[in-house]
């Protein structure tokens, strides 16, 4: 079993920046793919990001965010990063870490985090 925690939402305006972190306390996150899943009021959970566990891939970015948006990898630190630069209050969202066993990213998420609300707004 795998806990997962985000910090690292809150409130900034369009174009600013934010940079959420994803831990795992009492497992090592390298072992998984790790996605960044937002769900924006009224819409469908869609995957933002993905990091493959073997870096064998290239990250996944949903279009929307590609330009935008990185997501890195911390080992030393087991964190996991979503850097979100050039923020548009459409990209207001509740964003979750997911933890996955599996290669495929996104992944079908095995382990969710509580979410952390992002807010883009003037």
């Known amino acids: 079993q795998v806990q997962v925690v985000e910090l690292g939402g809150g409130l900034v305006p369009p174009g600013g920046s934010l940079n959420p972190s994803c831990t795992a306390p009492?497992?090592?996150?390298?072992?998984?793919?790790i996605g960044w899943f937002r769900q924006a009021p009224g819409k469908e959970r869609e995957a933002a990001s993905c990091?493959?566990?073997?870096?064998?891939?290239?990250?996944y970015y949903v279009h929307a965010v590609k330009g935008r948006f990185i997501i890195s990898r911390d080992n030393a630190k087991n964190t996991v990063y979503l850097q979100m630069n050039s923020l548009k209050p459409e990209d207001t969202a509740i964003y979750y870490c997911?933890?996955?066993?599996?290669?495929?990213?996104?992944?079908?998420?095995?382990?969710w985090g509580q979410g952390t609300q992002v807010t883009v707004s003037s």
């Open positions: 997911a933890a996955a066993n599996r290669g495929a990213c996104p992944p079908p998420a095995d382990y």
């Open positions: 990091i493959n566990r073997r870096n064998d891939l290239e990250p």
């Open positions: 009492g497992s090592s996150l390298d072992r998984y793919s």
